[in-house]
């Protein structure tokens, strides 16, 4: 069974750091592109980061680039969002899916690790 | 940036009653690249149809996508009491990825 189970969430201020986990199970990690989708409270979805390792591409939304890091750990079937200068806009449920490649994406979602900006 | 722009913003309907969303892209979108996803309160989103109509595992066949270029359709043929919820399409053909901001299907 697929399971995606996101860790790492909590309060933090402004400009500080997080970084997020999520571990994956169930499928071979190392084949599969991945992504971070947020949602703020009571609002839409919002895409954040993607990463392809066949050829190492990473993209990010404009909203988090240069403050947002994704990467693996395919030795331990990890996904990682680090998040540096953090903001107040930030404070969302951070989600991590799965992308098989090709024409379907996130056909699997974690459950979320809620992120909350504030001093 | 292509933006996505859902509509209606809340649907209205009775269980058995068809609905129609629309999702327009501010520039064309290569369909194989256009996804539609449900979302139920404290729920994690689920993927519905990929490649603008083509259905996910599990997914039932009363749900379906349709459209092209700028335009695309998700129609549900016949409401049932678990559709009602949030429905996002998004594209994911040109980086940065976006959402539509959601069509709430609510209880008539």
């Known amino acids: 069974e697929v399971q995606l189970v996101e860790s790492g969430g909590g309060l933090v201020q402004p400009g500080g750091s997080l970084r997020l986990s999520c571990a994956a199970s169930?499928?071979?990690?190392?084949?599969?592109?991945m992504n971070w989708v947020r949602q703020a409270p009571g609002m839409g979805l919002e895409w954040v980061s993607y990463?392809?390792?066949?050829?190492?591409?990473?993209y990010y939304a404009d909203s988090v680039k240069g403050r947002f890091t994704i990467s693996t750990d395919d030795a331990k079937n990890l996904l990682f969002l680090q998040m540096n200068s953090l903001r107040a806009e930030d404070t969302a449920v951070y989600y991590c899916?799965?992308?098989?490649?090709?024409?379907?994406?996130?056909?699997?979602w974690g459950q979320g690790t809620l992120v909350t900006v504030s001093s | 940036e292509v933006v996505l722009t859902q509509s209606p913003g809340t649907l209205s309907l009775s269980p058995g009653e068809r609905a129609t969303l629309s999702c327009r892209a501010s520039q064309s979108v290569y369909s194989s690249f256009l996804g539609w996803y449900q979302q139920k309160p404290g729920q994690a989103p689920r993927l519905l149809i990929y490649g603008a109509s083509s259905r996910a595992t599990g997914i039932p066949d009363r749900f379906s996508g349709s459209g092209s270029g700028t335009d695309f359709t998700l129609t549900i043929s016949r409401l049932e009491p678990e559709d009602f919820a949030v429905y996002y399409c998004?594209?994911?053909?040109?980086?940065?990825?976006?959402f539509g901001r959601g069509t709430r299907v609510d209880i008539k």
């Open positions: 990463i392809r390792r066949s050829d190492n591409t990473i």
């Open positions: 899916t799965r992308d098989p490649s090709g024409p379907v994406t996130h056909d699997y």
């Open positions: 169930g499928f071979t990690f190392s084949s599969y592109e």
């Open positions: 998004h594209q994911y053909h040109y980086s940065p990825f976006t």
